[in-house]
């Protein structure tokens, strides 16, 4: 039997790979506790109707993408593609459409059945915010400058930038569909055939496509710009003016209209060309018709949602986990006593191991392969005196300590230095 692989699309988290992972979501997790975000969590699969609904039946993830499947009671489940409509489900069946704003984060899987190429699996991770029940245009640039401040805790900042657009309101996309169909509608033979599927179910997914016989027709298709409406121009201005009151630096681009078909008003891109075609790493716009589909009331809404796997390959460095301490009993008298010390000092919340087997020198040799910070030895003389001997692995000093003082001890010579 050949060795077993992991499925197509999917990739095991492990060293430093991990280490890279859990940096971006603790990252993100402290920048939008500052915001006031509570993180939530939602089942990984939910009633298909969760996504077909609200993502629309036109766009890509539900017409190609989505892990739909019939259980054993003949429900149909889809693993969630993306993290928004779930946030927006458990928002109306936990009754907390009468307690607005809420404010949530969410971190976790997400799965697409796609071509798997560099920074794109099919398991993949988000990291997301919703703000839900606030309609203002600050609250958009809240939300952005927020995205911004995650993606400068990372040390990325410099490498993104801000694309933004306005998708108007409803009046405004009716007016703009209506040129848009025109325009495609001269243009039909020279259509990719999904677009030309588009044109008749919804031709603003034309705008979104990947062809390059489409993105060459869609560079002169008719932008928003001129179908907004006096209120939709209003909320874009606001939106930009507060923005550069809060000096989160932009750029406008008319050709953003982002994935699924529930955005609203404000779109907008965190882009980097470090990932080559897969440039997009923090994303997402206004959305205010969604909890409505779940069967709440209309609720205006906010949120951005970002690639955990492509922020981590944009990490400048790999993070270190804190040096251990080494605890070293000499002869089989002194175990008890080096796991006694062992416990003490995790529970002082120092990183701290121990060897299963070997003599001193192994004992050593290993304490060196994992870099720890010091070496604890414990004999039987030590223990008849209620000592141990500390020695520091990056200087070579040695002190004797008493047991009991050894946390301390550590504590205060760094025991977690770099």
Same mark, same amino acid.
């Given at each position: ?39 939530? *969590? ?52 936990? !009754? ?88 495609? *509608? ?60 809060? !000096? ?35 994303? !997402? ?94 004999? *039987? ?38």
């Amino acid at each position: 039997m050949s060795s077993l692989q992991p499925v197509r699309g999917t990739h095991d988290l492990i060293g430093e790979e991990r280490r890279r992972f859990n940096h971006v979501v603790e990252t993100a997790r402290r920048i939008v506790s500052l915001y006031g975000f509570d993180e939530w *969590s939602t089942p990984v699969f939910e009633d298909t109707r969760v996504f077909s609904r609200s993502l629309g039946d036109t766009s890509d993830v539900v017409s190609k993408e989505m892990y739909t499947f019939e259980d054993r009671g003949g429900e149909s489940l889809t693993l969630r593609p993306e993290g928004t409509a779930a946030i927006c489900r458990a928002l109306v069946t936990n !009754g907390l459409t009468q307690s607005l704003p809420q404010k949530v984060f969410y971190a976790g899987p997400m799965f697409r059945y796609e071509r798997p190429q560099k920074g794109r699996y099919r398991q993949f991770h988000q990291i997301g915010a919703e703000l839900l029940g606030a309609a203002e245009p600050l609250a958009d640039a809240e939300i952005i400058a927020m995205g911004r401040d995650v993606l400068a805790a990372l040390g990325i900042g410099a490498e993104v930038v801000l694309e933004l657009n306005t998708l108007g309101d409803t009046a405004s996309r009716d007016a703009w569909r209506t040129a848009l169909i025109a325009y495609f *509608s001269d243009r039909r033979d020279e259509l990719s055939a999904d677009s030309q599927t588009r044109l008749e179910r919804n031709p603003l997914r034309i705008l979104d496509s990947k062809a390059q016989q489409d993105r060459t027709l869609v560079a002169d298709a008719p932008t928003i710009d001129q179908f907004l409406t006096p209120e939709a121009q209003e909320f874009w201005d606001d939106l930009r003016r507060t923005l550069d009151v809060m !000096g989160v630096p932009f750029r406008h681009n008319p050709r953003i209209v982002r994935g699924l078909d529930y955005y609203g008003h404000t779109a907008f891109e965190f882009v980097t060309e470090r990932l080559g075609a897969q440039g997009t790493v923090l994303a !997402g716009g206004r959305y205010d018709g969604l909890v409505a589909e779940m069967g709440g009331p209309a609720t205006p809404a906010i949120g951005w949602a970002g690639g955990i796997e492509r922020l981590s390959m944009l990490l400048a460095e790999s993070p270190e986990d804190p040096r251990p301490v080494a605890v070293i009993p000499m002869g089989a008298d002194a175990q008890a006593a080096a796991l006694a010390v062992l416990q003490t000092i995790r529970a002082a919340g120092i990183r701290a191991e121990t060897s299963y087997r070997g003599n001193m020198k192994r004992r050593m040799e290993r304490a060196n392969r994992m870099k720890a910070t010091h070496a604890i030895v414990i004999g *039987s003389d030590e223990i008849a005196r209620g000592v141990v001997q500390v020695k520091d692995l990056d200087s070579g000093q040695q002190a004797e300590v008493a047991m009991d003082g050894v946390a301390d001890f550590l504590h205060a010579g760094s025991a977690t230095k770099a």
